[in-house]
């Protein structure tokens, strides 16, 4: 048995898990694990042809269980997932070396098992992203659901808490999927995709309807995807700091990716589009539309209202999800290209953003929003990242998120779907909105007295956050570099390709050129700096205490920071429509369940022999008469 | 096109939208005068006020956010006008069309925002909170109306907007082919220059003038200069989409200031709404004409 180049990585990872586990008390665990990420990261590289349309490659392991044959398998799709979440992994590792680990250590925190669990995560994740058949991409996505799980609750308290509610959605979701692929199998006769692939031309409509619904559920979850989207944000927003940064920026687009893999490339999204919802005007396409654009909105609006930086990150995960899915939901060339280009813009201004929240903990010890305040004079660095990183979120040129949602707004407009289309935008703004804030209450305003002395954060943080804020300038400079990996990943789940250049996409319906873009945008800053800086007098600069208060003297000790119920007027109007009413039927459907198990307990705690036999006969009369 | 002459146009289209901008803040400046029966300043009061307020002697920061705040509320607005093509110049329209002019019009408002911010002042942090909930408001709208214009003309790219509305006279403008459109559009264009009834986030009576309210020198004429780019930019982004653009400047120049003469007349009849009133509005009457707008285009 010759090892493959898939072998090679799946091998290296495997050993990085090993040494996480045996040398992971030793202090340079942190380092040796980044170096390891830093190997799977070149042995993924030796497979890069894949990103550029090269031929799948195989794994030389393969089982046969009950006639069934488990596979290993890259292609490009695997190939794009592998490499965000390997970069993922290596910059939020290398970001916890150092500094954040003792702390992190000091304040009682056990680094064995954070670096073992994010060791697990990228391991089973790379298992998933290879499955060769829909039995291992079942193993594979019950040991991405456990490594998560692992990662999230390993803070304890509340985090432990919003874990056991992931475990909870994920386990339904493992169900669902599990329903499904026994579907599949009934009705193919096997799990390998082949044959799946030509089965599903032939399935009955009530048959791909089950179908969808199963699949589109159990992996939706993972996704957030509303209305199963209440865990996300928790759990999130309490893992430890790196690792926040990495579930951010990948985890939830394992989601994605199976949706990809067995919606989009196995069923087809022609043949979801024939499913129509008897006595409306919509398809499951348009409902799958539909969901996505609610998982924009919703969310979005949620972060809006969070006080704590990092609960405000994880919500407009989730919303960022939705743009995700609508692109490839959409599925003409651009949107489907846009819906996945966002999946790799995403990864690095969430990681970035979730860093540069952490950075600030980690120096004021808080991400309480009403709690800080004016620190860009003390972490102009960390402001830098914080503010590339919302632009890119936003959705604003010059940042590579621009370019992802130009092109699923272009295929919105280009469909003529104008509620979608507006729904998308609308999403845009509350993230405007929403980021403003985020930045505004810890950065700017009135610097707080007690951090007067709060220094810059610390080299070890701060390079692997200037090398993804790089990424986010320059992927938004040359989408091209992305784009070229996005088409081939288009090509492999047979969606079409749109025509794409270094600095954008051209089309007859209007192209876009991000080189001349950002050009110009910074040739007008300069412009605008000479103007500035020469045609104006010399400025002084005062202390912030120095400012217009109404005729009144500030002092340290006064207040003047405008941040809490920022967006008061807005709120006047849509505040009432906040009601709270995914959490109430979440807590309907526990109650209920509590409910149901209360009386099966009550039934057989009595241990009433007539009352069960009675029962019993009443069931076999009802049964034979019916 | 040769680079030459490539880049004497985008040199060109923002100095140009610059004087025409300072015209049209004389012209705001006279019809308020008008209807309050002054007389009105003189013809080159807009070029006074801008070379006074960069020469004063107090020029007060607050820190190199605040500054940088101001280059980019300016060099924004010159970077989105060489989007916007004008007769005889197209600049770089064809390179980034109007989704990206919509985007990149936003980011003088993030400059002047971060500006803002680093101001520490609670009335300055309180009107760009309502400035972003009032773009919020007439965004919506705005997003809709561009949507429809887009889909009937079957492309992105402003210079073929323009030139498919040229193709027939007067009968193929979209004001004439799209009217409900253009009536939600003129709505969500008046909330978008931030004129009265919908100045919520100057307010100079509530917060002291909001944004504005640190700014001194040089950095209230940055503002100045971004008003006049920002009467600009509005008034021709509404003729390129329902007026057919200009074939030459002198219709150009005259559809761009009759059209924004519309809401400023207006403006300086009303008093000021409050801000859930003026999402209630926009989120109601132009969304409303802006769907059957593009329920007709469909």
Same mark, same amino acid.
């Given at each position: 048995?010759?090892?493959?180049?898939?072998?090679?990585?799946?091998?290296?990872?495997?050993?990085?898990?090993?040494?996480?586990?045996?040398?992971?008390?030793?202090?340079?665990?942190?380092?040796?694990?980044?170096?390891?990420?830093?190997?799977?990261?070149?042995?993924?590289?030796?497979?890069?042809?894949?990103?550029?349309?090269?031929?799948?490659?195989?794994?030389?392991?393969?089982?046969?269980?009950?006639?069934?044959?488990?596979?290993?398998?890259?292609?490009?799709?695997?190939?794009?997932?592998?490499?965000?979440?390997?970069?993922?992994?290596?910059?939020?590792?290398?970001?916890?070396?150092?500094?954040?680990?003792?702390?992190?250590?000091?304040?009682?925190?056990?680094?064995?098992?954070?670096?073992?669990?994010?060791?697990?995560?990228?391991?089973?994740?790379?298992?998933?992203?290879?499955?060769?058949?829909?039995?291992?991409?079942?193993?594979?996505?019950?040991?991405?659901?456990?490594?998560?799980?692992?990662?999230?609750?390993?803070?304890?308290?509340?985090?432990?808490?919003?874990?056991?509610?992931?475990?909870?959605?994920?386990?339904?979701?493992?169900?669902?999927?599990?329903?499904?692929?026994?579907?599949?199998?009934?009705?193919?006769?096997?799990?390998?995709?082949?044959?799946?692939?030509?089965?599903?031309?032939?399935?009955?409509?009530?048959?791909?309807?089950?179908?969808?619904?199963?699949?589109?559920?159990?992996?939706?979850?993972?996704?957030?995807?509303?209305?199963?989207?209440?865990?996300?944000?928790?759990?999130?927003?309490?893992?430890?700091?790196?690792?926040?940064?990495?579930?951010?920026?990948?985890?939830?687009?394992?989601?994605?990716?199976?949706?990809?893999?067995?919606?989009?490339?196995?069923?087809?999204?022609?043949?979801?589009?024939?499913?129509?919802?008897?006595?409306?005007?919509?398809?499951?396409?348009?409902?799958?539309?539909?969901?996505?654009?609610?998982?924009?909105?919703?969310?979005?609006?949620?972060?809006?209202?969070?006080?704590?930086?990092?609960?405000?990150?994880?919500?407009?995960?989730?919303?960022?999800?939705?743009?995700?899915?609508?692109?490839?939901?959409?599925?003409?060339?651009?949107?489907?290209?846009?819906?996945?280009?966002?999946?790799?813009?995403?990864?690095?201004?969430?990681?970035?953003?979730?860093?540069?929240?952490?950075?600030?903990?980690?120096?004021?010890?808080?991400?309480?929003?009403?709690?800080?305040?004016?620190?860009?004079?003390?972490?102009?660095?960390?402001?830098?990242?914080?503010?590339?990183?919302?632009?890119?979120?936003?959705?604003?040129?010059?940042?590579?998120?621009?370019?992802?949602?130009?092109?699923?707004?272009?295929?919105?407009?280009?469909?003529?779907?104008?509620?979608?289309?507006?729904?998308?935008?609308?999403?845009?703004?509350?993230?405007?909105?929403?980021?403003?804030?985020?930045?505004?209450?810890?950065?700017?305003?009135?610097?707080?007295?007690?951090?007067?002395?709060?220094?810059?954060?610390?080299?070890?943080?701060?390079?692997?956050?200037?090398?993804?804020?790089?990424?986010?300038?320059?992927?938004?400079?040359?989408?091209?570099?992305?784009?070229?990996?996005?088409?081939?990943?288009?090509?492999?789940?047979?969606?079409?390709?749109?025509?794409?250049?270094?600095?954008?996409?051209?089309?007859?319906?209007?192209?876009?050129?991000?080189?001349?873009?950002?050009?110009?945008?910074?040739?007008?800053?300069?412009?605008?700096?000479?103007?500035?800086?020469?045609?104006?007098?010399?400025?002084?600069?005062?202390?912030?205490?120095?400012?217009?208060?109404?005729?009144?003297?500030?002092?340290?000790?006064?207040?003047?920071?405008?941040?809490?119920?920022?967006?008061?007027?807005?709120?006047?109007?849509?505040?009432?429509?906040?009601?709270?009413?995914?959490?109430?039927?979440?807590?309907?459907?526990?109650?209920?369940?509590?409910?149901?198990?209360?009386?099966?307990?009550?039934?057989?705690?009595?241990?009433?022999?007539?009352?069960?036999?009675?029962?019993?006969?009443?069931?076999?009369?009802?049964?034979?008469?019916? | 096109?040769?680079?030459?002459?490539?880049?004497?146009?985008?040199?060109?289209?923002?100095?140009?939208?610059?004087?025409?901008?300072?015209?049209?803040?004389?012209?705001?400046?006279?019809?308020?005068?008008?209807?309050?029966?002054?007389?009105?300043?003189?013809?080159?009061?807009?070029?006074?006020?801008?070379?006074?307020?960069?020469?004063?002697?107090?020029?007060?920061?607050?820190?190199?956010?605040?500054?940088?705040?101001?280059?980019?509320?300016?060099?924004?607005?010159?970077?989105?006008?060489?989007?916007?093509?004008?007769?005889?110049?197209?600049?770089?329209?064809?390179?980034?069309?109007?989704?990206?002019?919509?985007?990149?019009?936003?980011?003088?408002?993030?400059?002047?925002?971060?500006?803002?911010?680093?101001?520490?002042?609670?009335?300055?942090?309180?009107?760009?909170?309502?400035?972003?909930?009032?773009?919020?408001?007439?965004?919506?709208?705005?997003?809709?109306?561009?949507?429809?214009?887009?889909?009937?003309?079957?492309?992105?790219? $402003? /210079?073929?907007? +323009?030139? %498919?509305?040229? =193709?027939?006279? @007067?009968?193929?403008?979209?004001?004439?082919?799209?009217?409900? #459109?253009?009536?939600?559009?003129?709505?969500?264009?008046?909330?978008?220059?931030?004129?009265?009834?919908?100045?919520?986030?100057?307010?100079?009576?509530?917060?002291?003038?909001?944004?504005?309210?640190?700014?001194?020198?040089?950095?209230?004429?940055?503002?100045?200069?971004?008003?006049?780019?920002?009467?600009?930019?509005?008034?021709?982004?509404?003729?390129?989409?329902?007026?057919?653009?200009?074939?030459?400047?002198?219709?150009?120049?005259?559809?761009?200031? $009759? /059209?924004?003469? +519309?809401? %400023?007349?207006? =403006?300086?009849? @009303?008093?000021?709404?409050?801000?859930?009133?003026?999402?209630? #509005?926009?989120?109601?009457?132009?969304?409303?004409?802006?769907?059957?707008?593009?329920?007709?285009?469909?």
């Amino acid at each position: 048995m010759t090892l493959t180049l898939l072998d090679e990585l799946l091998l290296f990872s495997g050993v990085t898990v090993l040494v996480a586990m045996l040398l992971g008390r030793r202090l340079p665990a942190g380092w040796m694990v980044t170096i390891l990420y830093g190997i799977q990261l070149l042995a993924l590289m030796k497979m890069a042809p894949l990103g550029y349309g090269g031929e799948p490659i195989s794994s030389a392991l393969t089982f046969e269980v009950m006639g069934q044959t488990l596979s290993w398998r890259f292609d490009a799709l695997s190939w794009y997932f592998a490499l965000i979440t390997l970069g993922s992994a290596l910059l939020s590792s290398w970001y916890a070396c150092g500094e954040w680990e003792q702390r992190f250590r000091q304040s009682g925190g056990n680094l064995w098992l954070f670096h073992l669990a994010m060791t697990l995560n990228v391991f089973s994740m790379l298992i998933l992203l290879a499955s060769g058949d829909l039995l291992s991409l079942f193993i594979g996505w019950e040991l991405v659901s456990w490594a998560g799980f692992l990662l999230m609750a390993m803070a304890g308290g509340v985090a432990t808490k919003a874990a056991m509610r992931y475990i909870t959605y994920a386990m339904a979701g493992a169900m669902a999927i599990f329903g499904g692929i026994a579907l599949v199998y009934v009705s193919a006769g096997s799990l390998q995709y082949e044959a799946i692939l030509t089965a599903a031309s032939q399935m009955s409509t009530a048959h791909l309807w089950m179908l969808v619904i199963l699949f589109g559920a159990g992996f939706g979850i993972k996704m957030g995807l509303m209305p199963f989207h209440l865990w996300q944000a928790p759990a999130y927003a309490e893992t430890p700091g790196p690792g926040s940064a990495f579930l951010g920026a990948i985890s939830s687009r394992m989601g994605l990716f199976a949706i990809l893999l067995v919606l989009v490339k196995l069923f087809g999204i022609v043949n979801i589009d024939s499913l129509k919802i008897p006595f409306t005007l919509i398809d499951a396409r348009d409902l799958l539309a539909w969901i996505a654009v609610f998982t924009i909105i919703f969310p979005t609006f949620t972060a809006m209202k969070q006080n704590d930086a990092r609960q405000l990150l994880a919500w407009h995960g989730i919303g960022q999800g939705g743009y995700m899915l609508l692109g490839l939901v959409v599925a003409d060339a651009m949107g489907a290209a846009g819906g996945l280009l966002h999946v790799f813009n995403h990864a690095t201004y969430q990681a970035a953003l979730f860093m540069a929240v952490t950075a600030v903990i980690h120096r004021t010890g808080t991400a309480d929003l009403n709690k800080l305040g004016g620190l860009v004079v003390r972490m102009p660095l960390t402001f830098m990242v914080l503010l590339v990183g919302i632009i890119g979120l936003a959705g604003l040129p010059p940042m590579n998120g621009f370019v992802s949602k130009w092109l699923v707004y272009r295929s919105l407009l280009n469909e003529g779907m104008p509620l979608l289309f507006v729904a998308a935008v609308i999403g845009t703004l509350g993230t405007i909105l929403s980021v403003y804030k985020l930045i505004h209450n810890i950065f700017l305003g009135q610097l707080r007295i007690e951090h007067d002395n709060v220094k810059e954060a610390p080299w070890s943080m701060m390079i692997p956050m200037l090398i993804l804020a790089a990424i986010i300038f320059i992927t938004g400079l040359l989408p091209g570099i992305p784009l070229a990996w996005v088409a081939s990943v288009q090509q492999a789940v047979g969606l079409p390709v749109s025509d794409y250049t270094l600095g954008g996409v051209e089309s007859a319906s209007g192209s876009l050129d991000m080189i001349w873009v950002i050009g110009v945008l910074f040739a007008g800053f300069g412009i605008g700096a000479l103007i500035f800086y020469f045609a104006g007098g010399r400025s002084k600069r005062v202390h912030q205490l120095d400012n217009y208060a109404g005729g009144h003297f500030l002092t340290a000790d006064v207040r003047y920071q405008y941040s809490d119920n920022f967006y008061a007027g807005l709120m006047h109007l849509i505040g009432g429509w906040y009601r709270g009413s995914f959490l109430w039927l979440e807590q309907s459907v526990k109650s209920l369940v509590e409910f149901l198990s209360l009386g099966m307990q009550g039934l057989y705690r009595r241990a009433n022999a007539e009352f069960y036999l009675l029962s019993t006969a009443l069931f076999v009369i009802a049964w034979v008469v019916i | 096109m040769a680079p030459m002459e490539l880049i004497i146009e985008l040199l060109l289209m923002p100095l140009v939208a610059f004087v025409v901008g300072m015209m049209m803040v004389l012209m705001m400046r006279r019809i308020a005068a008008k209807l309050q029966r002054r007389i009105g300043p003189p013809f080159f009061q807009p070029l006074y006020d801008i070379v006074k307020l960069h020469s004063k002697q107090t020029q007060i920061s607050h820190g190199l956010i605040h500054d940088i705040g101001i280059v980019m509320a300016m060099g924004g607005y010159i970077a989105a006008e060489t989007l916007l093509p004008v007769p005889g110049m197209t600049g770089i329209a064809e390179k980034g069309g109007i989704i990206t002019l919509l985007y990149l019009m936003m980011i003088p408002s993030l400059g002047l925002a971060l500006g803002v911010g680093q101001c520490a002042n609670p009335n300055g942090s309180i009107g760009i909170a309502r400035a972003l909930t009032a773009m919020l408001a007439y965004d919506i709208p705005l997003v809709i109306v561009i949507f429809g214009v887009a889909y009937a003309a079957g492309t992105t790219n $402003l /210079v073929d907007i +323009i030139a %498919v509305q040229q =193709a027939g006279g @007067f009968e193929t403008w979209g004001a004439v082919q799209m009217p409900v #459109l253009a009536i939600a559009g003129l709505i969500a264009m008046h909330a978008s220059l931030g004129k009265q009834p919908f100045e919520i986030y100057i307010a100079p009576a509530e917060i002291a003038t909001g944004p504005m309210v640190e700014m001194s020198g040089k950095y209230l004429g940055g503002l100045f200069v971004m008003q006049c780019f920002q009467l600009y930019t509005t008034s021709v982004l509404y003729v390129s989409l329902f007026l057919g653009g200009g074939t030459t400047w002198f219709d150009f120049l005259l559809k761009s200031f $009759l /059209v924004l003469a +519309i809401p %400023v007349s207006i =403006a300086y009849l @009303f008093p000021r709404y409050r801000t859930e009133d003026l999402l209630r #509005l926009m989120w109601k009457w132009p969304v409303m004409l802006g769907l059957i707008g593009v329920a007709f285009v469909l």
